[in-house]
T-cell receptor, first 115, second 114 residues
């Protein structure tokens, strides 16, 4: 079946550092791609998404570009804040043409930002 | 508007027992999906329901079943509980079951099987 691989954590950075969390997927075709974030004590929240190749999703200073040629959807942020500390999940969904299967998630990357 | 709600918040059951978890989607959303999240792992897809019909099923045994009601709320049932069923069970709702697929998650039900 399909799988999503993301970098192991925890990732510890200083405030204002540049962030990259790698994510690759194995699905063939053109799945929709997502980043979800889980803040301490809270539920999963959609951070950003992209539904076709070369699309860039962005939200709250985070960006990720759908790269079909490398089957990747890496999450980036230019200057992280302490409030960005959370667990980040990369996920793939059905192809843009539809489908009823659920999201396939990576294992999550725990991000810790130190002041 | 209220988000996705789930009940109960926490639950402790004994091996072999049965459990029912409940979910109410965001108003106007017609699709509900269920996921299991074991500690330290990403959520794993169990079921998707759309317009009261099962539209997708993950790799889970037949002990797991679900249904969706006319008001679009949903129940997840697990029979003959095993220790390995201990997890956070997440419900997600979306407008449709199709390509838009922007899912909104509830806070989850923490199930502990002893």
């Amino acid at each position: 079946g399909n799988s999503v691989t993301q970098m192991e954590g925890p990732v510890t950075l200083s405030e204002e550092a540049f962030l990259t969390i790698n994510c690759t997927y194995t699905a063939t075709g053109y799945p929709s791609l997502f980043w979800y974030v889980q803040y301490p004590g809270e539920g999963l929240q959609l951070l950003l998404k992209a539904t076709k190749a070369d699309d860039k999703g962005s939200n709250k200073g985070f960006e990720a570009t759908y790269r079909k040629e490398t089957t990747s959807f890496h999450l980036e942020k230019g200057s992280v804040q302490v409030s960005d500390s959370a667990v980040y999940f990369c996920a793939e969904g059905p192809h843009s043409g539809g489908g009823a299967d659920g999201l396939t998630f990576g294992k999550g990357t725990h991000l810790i930002i130190q002041p | 508007d209220a988000g996705v709600t789930q009940s109960p918040t926490h639950l402790i059951k004994t091996r072999g027992q049965h459990v029912t978890l409940r979910c109410s989607p965001i108003s106007g959303h017609k699709s509900v999906s269920w996921y299991q999240q074991v500690l330290g792992q990403g959520p794993q897809f169990i079921f998707q329901y759309y317009e009261k019909e099962e539209r997708g099923r993950g790799n889970f045994p037949d002990r797991f079943s679900a249904r969706q009601f006319p008001n679009y709320s949903s129940e997840l049932n697990v029979n003959a509980l095993l220790l390995g069923d201990s997890a956070l069970y997440l419900c997600a709702s979306s407008l449709t079951g199709g390509a838009s697929y922007e899912q909104y998650f509830g806070p989850g039900t923490r199930l502990t099987v002893t």
